[in-house]
């Protein structure tokens, strides 16, 4: 009895540590599974009054980098999650580091939307740009810098730009940087001849707004990245502008904006499709080129959608589409 | 003593709902679309382990020697704590 109590224990245990090894460990692959719409209001409010607040949704979806064993073999069986093989970039880099990386695309994202409407509205508005380190990968020569820390200068260049690509390869620049609490400091980091010349960092293009006419609160939420630029954008416009081009009609889309109102190219289209049909939106702009062309097979593939998948390389192709919609 | 053996035991039923716990939340990161029904079994998780953690205290004494229990809470907290350094990045996000 004794014996077969062990033995009853022993292949427990083994059961055990199998399940928890298939839910817990992690493999090098990258999963993109579809998300949910959010609106635009829930996460970008202004001291604007209006009774028909717009309808504008951005759509996410779930990028998860080392999805486990389970994740992985459930992907597998369902409807539009997509699995890759983990980039060579993206290893070693931690989620956290994903999640800054996101909230600093997210919020470069969300001033650029301000900026593109006030100045399509003609109203005022006054921003500098600036350069922030979006992304640190393993490799940097300097564990110091943080995901967040604005650069200043490269080798006394305030053109950050230019001193990046006058650092000679094998050398190393001067960076000179400002920590999101004030600090200043100044590194060594070099041009790796060994990862291609690199650096070992990512950096983004960052709109910090000077003088605004109007007051405009950002709440915090999981959602990062800047692929919903355009709705924001879109929303920001037709409140401030008090034109009611939603029609209260559910508005989503995707795609990132520029300052001169072109419209970028983002990932996860197939998955955005597939949760704007689960979601029953009316309209849905798609980034116009190859985004377009996978959306457009993604939408071939829904039983019977219901929305309008409407192509757009700018801003003003947006507007031109509501107006459109709103005349007929 | 008492609440030292409690306290183990307790421990104990964690250590074994915790592949549920892990199964609801790797569907939560899948399928965030039904994070709410993830989101019971995860509650329902933490109702069977409460009542079987009561169930344990209610049932025999506990009859090993204290160096053992220790072995076994040491183990049961370097289980959990791998867990958590696992997952809490993640959920905390």
């Known amino acids: 009895m004794r014996k077969l109590t062990v033995f009853g224990l022993i292949w427990l245990g083994i059961l055990y540590f199998s399940v928890m090894f298939v839910l817990t460990v992690r493999i090098d692959y990258r999963l993109t599974a579809p998300g949910n719409i959010e609106p635009i209001d829930s996460f970008i409010r202004l001291d604007v009054e209006r009774d028909d607040e717009p309808r504008y949704y951005a759509v996410y979806v779930m990028s998860i980098d080392r999805p486990t064993i389970f994740q992985f073999i459930a992907a597998q069986f369902m409807p539009f999650v997509r699995v890759d093989a983990l980039p060579e970039s993206a290893r070693g880099i931690t989620t956290t580091d994903l999640f800054r990386s996101g909230q600093v695309a997210r919020n470069s994202a969300i001033d650029a939307s301000v900026i593109t409407a006030m100045e399509a509205l003609g109203l005022p508005i006054v921003y500098e740009e600036q350069y922030l380190v979006s992304l640190i990968y393993n490799f940097a020569s300097e564990p110091r810098l943080n995901i967040g820390d604005r650069i200043l200068s490269v080798n006394g260049n305030t053109d950050v730009l230019e001193g990046i690509r006058e650092t000679v390869c094998g050398t190393s620049a001067e960076i000179d940087i400002m920590t999101p609490q004030g600090e200043r400091r100044t590194f060594e980091l070099e041009r790796q001849v060994a990862q291609d010349c690199r650096f070992g960092i990512v950096i983004s293009t960052f709109y910090e707004i000077q003088e605004l006419p109007i007051t405009f609160d950002v709440r915090s939420n999981l959602i990062g990245g800047p692929s919903s630029g355009l709705m924001q954008t879109l929303y920001l416009y037709d409140l401030l502008g008090g034109l009611n081009l939603s029609q209260n009609q559910t508005i989503a889309g995707t795609g990132t904006i520029q300052l001169d109102g072109r419209v970028g190219s983002v990932g996860g289209i197939e998955q955005k499709i597939y949760t704007a049909h689960l979601d029953q939106v009316d309209v849905f702009f798609v980034p116009a080129g190859a985004n377009y062309e996978q959306a457009r097979a993604a939408y071939e593939r829904l039983s019977n959608p219901t929305f309008t998948l409407i192509p757009v390389a700018t801003f003003q192709d947006a507007l031109e589409a509501l107006h459109a919609r709103e005349g007929s | ?93």
Do not use: C
């Not at chain 2, 421990?11 to 939340?25: G, S």
């Not at chain 2, 160096?67 to 370097?78: L, R, T």
């Open chain 2, 1 to 93: 003593m008492i609440w030292l053996k409690r306290l183990q035991r307790a421990l104990l039923m964690l250590l074994v709902m915790l592949p549920w716990y892990a199964l609801f939340i790797n569907l939560i990161l899948l399928d965030i679309r039904r994070v709410n029904e993830y989101g019971y079994g995860l509650l329902l998780g933490l109702v069977i382990q409460l009542w079987l953690t009561r169930l344990s205290w209610q049932l025999n004494t506990p009859k090993k020697p204290l160096s053992k229990s220790f072995v076994g809470m040491v183990f049961a907290v370097i289980v959990i704590g791998s867990f958590l350094v696992h997952y809490l990045p993640l959920i905390l996000l």
